[in-house]
């Protein structure tokens, strides 16, 4: 199946979030967990009609513009099958959102104007579930990445499933009728929190019984489904937030409490101090409607070199439009 997305597409930056996370300060790096790149494709495993599918994501070659060639590797169950991976990188990868207006709204903004010029093409790689995303983001809650990466890690190789292929064993989130089923204490043997476990098995058996569809807040306007999840003990707006960003396709979502956005604003745009919540969101007014897009491409200056980084902030601080401002 080929898949062809709207240009500008670059397809190396937008996995780069998901396959590369930070090297933190010892040097450590993060082994994969549920992406995998193998021999230049991106494999994944997702639940597809209740069953899991391994799916295989790749750059058609010699197609320009870019072109994304699907394939189903594992688990294939007929032409549905197919049909609903498709629906589904589509929306992973964003392939028919038009980033021009985004673009144009950057031009004017001294950094982001340069930001773009730097990740042209990349989309907010989205996860293949609303489930999978916030029960990600509960468990990164308050912790620093290295114990979320161990944590996930433990959490996934206890109650998810997982598929063998070609001498690889590619593992699938834990789906909640196997998180619903478990305890806090059961929870708490993986360092997860007792709060945490709490929360996690309420959401997934409010999923279970179908009290809480987390799949039908695609349907529902932005704010709405934002509500909605703020109604979920141990959801606050951050999570909402991110869920909205990283698993809804939101365009216009801002947390404005988050630290590392704080932190690259702060940086960037040569602020004294970091930032509060409330200086964030007036500085992000500029970026009405595409605030999901500025925010990403801030955080991505995380996953780049020092020596990048400090070659940005000098031109920016170079430039003559660029007076020192104070926070």
Not at 93 to 102: E, I, Q, R, V
Not at 240 to 263: E, F, I, S, T
Not at 292 to 317: H, N, R
Request: hydrophobic fraction near 40%; aromatic fraction near 10%; glycine fraction near 8%.
């Amino acid at each position: 199946m080929l898949l062809s997305p709207q240009q500008p597409f670059d397809f190396n930056r937008t996995l780069r979030f998901i396959l590369s996370p930070p090297v933190l300060l010892n040097g450590r790096q993060f082994e994969p967990l549920l992406d995998h790149f193998v021999n230049g494709e991106y494999r994944r495993v997702a639940d597809i009609g209740g069953q899991p599918v391994l799916y295989g994501v790749s750059e058609a070659k010699g197609r320009k513009p870019t072109g994304l060639r699907v394939r189903i590797l594992a688990g294939h169950d007929g032409k549905a099958t197919e049909a609903e991976v498709g629906e589904l990188v589509e929306r992973q990868f964003a392939t028919s959102l038009n980033l021009k207006s985004f673009y144009r709204i950057a031009e004017s903004d001294r950094v982001l104007s340069r930001l773009i010029a730097h990740f042209r093409g990349m989309r907010i790689p989205q996860a293949p579930s609303v489930y999978e995303l916030l029960i990600s983001a509960i468990l990164e809650q308050q912790v620093n990445l290295s114990f979320a990466h161990q944590v996930k890690r433990a959490l996934i190789e206890t109650y998810g499933r997982r598929i063998d292929f070609e001498g690889n064993c590619y593992n699938a989130f834990p789906e909640p009728a196997a998180l619903a089923i478990t305890t806090p204490l059961e929870l708490r043997r993986l360092q997860i929190s007792g709060p945490k476990a709490r929360y996690i098995i309420g959401i997934s058996r409010a999923v279970l019984d179908g009290s809480l569809d987390l799949e039908g807040l695609r349907q529902l306007e932005p704010a709405a489904a934002h509500a909605k999840l703020t109604e979920q003990k141990g959801v606050g707006n951050w999570t909402a937030q991110y869920v909205g960003l990283r698993a809804l396709g939101h365009l216009d979502c801002l947390p404005a409490a988050d630290v590392g956005l704080q932190k690259a604003i702060q940086r960037f745009y040569r602020l004294r101090n970091q930032p509060t919540a409330a200086r964030v969101e007036k500085l992000a007014r500029a970026w009405a409607g595409w605030r999901s897009y500025a925010t990403f491409y801030l955080w991505l200056t995380f996953w780049e070199g020092a020596d990048w980084k400090a070659q940005l902030a000098k031109q920016i601080a170079s430039h003559r439009n660029a007076p020192k401002e104070k926070a």
